[in-house]
């Protein structure tokens, strides 16, 4: 069994997404990341960065994983499925990948904060940002045109990429000017198993139109639980 700390957050959607397409079992443990808690020495011990998502393999020496790459490849290696094991397969996997982590997560992210979130108004910190978000996905959209997925087969870079682009509006970048990632997003959101895997802890109205969403996360807050199963409602 896994135990699954994680918010309704893309990176928390790549953690539980992958878990759904693999089919483990899971305990999820809603961690409010609005309150704080995440940065309590109880949670930290978990993850010391205090960011979601994190696990825990119960069935491994009660084994813990943060950064939510490094527990896609855990999970994808403990069930031996989507990451190959030949050594270019999994190096293309690993790429794109890596190209969320240290890319699409980071840019897409500040965008969200400076277009979304951010006290004051920065027109150039959000137009940076934006612009790049921009960037990475004709990346995305120029890989596409000629490939079904990013890595050959369906893989965990398709998820973790997935996670964060599905949510574009969030951060105010339309992709009307890119059909091949539009075509690949929308073959992703119909999958069943992400499906599930975004309405973990909570459904959220993050890939609405310009709608904001924080109501639906401010409603959910009564339902936090705390590290390692404590509940705290
Ligand atoms: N590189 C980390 C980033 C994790 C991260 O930024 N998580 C956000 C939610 S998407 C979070 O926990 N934010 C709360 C905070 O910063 O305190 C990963 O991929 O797991």
Known sequence: MIDLYTWATPNGWKASSTLEELGLEY???????TTGVQKEAEYTAINPNGRIPAIIDRDNDDFAVFESGAIQIYLAEKTGKLLPTDD???????????????????M????NVFFRYFSETIPAAIE?????????YGVLDGHLQNNEYLAGDYSI????????????NWAG???DEFPAMQRWLNQLEARPALQRGAAVP?????NSKGESNDEAVKGVSSIVTGPAGKQEQ
């Open 157 to 168: 870079a398709d998820i973790a990429n997935w996670a964060w682009a599905r949510i574009h």
């Open 202 to 206: 909570h459904a959220t109205n993050y």
């Open 128 to 136: 940076r940002y934006q612009n790049e978000t921009r960037r990475l």
């Open 173 to 175: 970048v339309e992709i």
């Open 88 to 106: 270019k397969g999994r190096s293309r996997v690993i790429q794109w990948l890596m190209f969320q982590m240290g890319g699409l997560g980071p």
């Open 27 to 33: 305990n999820v443990h809603p961690i409010d990341i």
């Open 108 to 111: 897409q992210g500040q965008a």
